[in-house]
């Protein structure tokens, strides 16, 4: 049981680069989540999709951009990577509802903008 | 937007103890979703314990329990017979019953010393 699937684990880009972070899940989720994690400021929501076809922003997107691609695949787009943006990335997935909801995270991706 | 508020940035406690971590939100809605996650220095989210609001008896894990005050907005984690392992990061988040947006607060560093 894969659960939730990020890749790359690490990445360096150079300023101005651009890169998809991918993000994909089998347990038929609907709702998936993109954050990032800096020290002293916990896990901050950039983007999240409530269903297939649909995103929203969430408390930081300035900077990157999501594709739901299909019910399975969320993936993170920086256009033009600024050395703000590294950081530790995390990609989640929900249930949403229900007696058992949680939320389950893929493994992370630690990037960094030089 | 729903906020988390956790307003200990580091504990600790020694082992066979038990620590207290707290936690606070801000929301409109009557019905929710509150999670304690934990992150070990793997990086990995792991789900300690979730609580939904309309359910008024506390959530129970193990050594793992939850006091939540509804009215007041307070959603803390107990842990009992502390343990080694527990050293963490731990992160209190809210989820929508829709399932939308999962915010998390700023996370408690947990030191458990022998």
């Known amino acids: 049981n894969a659960g939730v699937t990020q890749t790359p684990k690490f990445q360096v880009l150079k300023t101005g680069q651009s890169m998809t972070l991918q993000c994909a899940q089998d347990m038929n989720h609907n709702s998936m989540y993109w954050y990032r994690q800096d020290p002293g400021m916990g896990l901050r929501l950039i983007y999240y999709?409530?269903?297939?076809?649909?995103?929203d922003k969430g408390e930081v997107p300035n900077g990157y951009n999501v594709s739901r691609l299909n019910k399975r695949e969320f993936s993170l787009r920086l256009e033009s990577a600024a050395p703000s943006q590294t950081s530790v990335y995390f990609c989640?997935?929900?249930?949403?509802?229900?007696?058992?909801?949680?939320?389950?995270f893929g493994q992370g991706t630690r990037l960094t903008v030089v | 937007a729903q906020t988390v508020t956790q307003s200990q940035p580091e504990m600790s406690v020694q082992e066979a103890e038990t620590v207290t971590l707290s936690c606070t939100y801000d929301?409109?809605?009557?019905?929710?979703?509150l999670f304690w996650y934990k992150q070990p220095p793997s990086r990995q989210m792991i789900l300690v314990i979730r609580?939904?609001?309309?359910?008024?008896q506390n959530a129970t894990e193990n050594r793992f329990s939850v006091n939540f005050q509804k009215a007041a907005k307070s959603f803390s984690l107990k842990i009992s017979d502390s343990q080694l392992g527990d050293t963490a990061m731990y992160f209190c988040?809210?989820?929508?019953?829709?399932?939308?947006?999962?915010?998390f607060g700023k996370g408690t560093s947990l030191l458990v010393t022998p």
């Open positions: 988040a809210f989820m929508s019953n829709s399932g939308y947006a999962l915010n």
């Open positions: 999709s409530a269903s297939e076809g649909t995103t």
């Open positions: 929301t409109s809605e009557s019905n929710y979703y």
């Open positions: 989640a997935s929900s249930n949403g509802e229900g007696a058992d909801t949680e939320a389950f």
């Open positions: 609580q939904e609001a309309y359910k008024q």
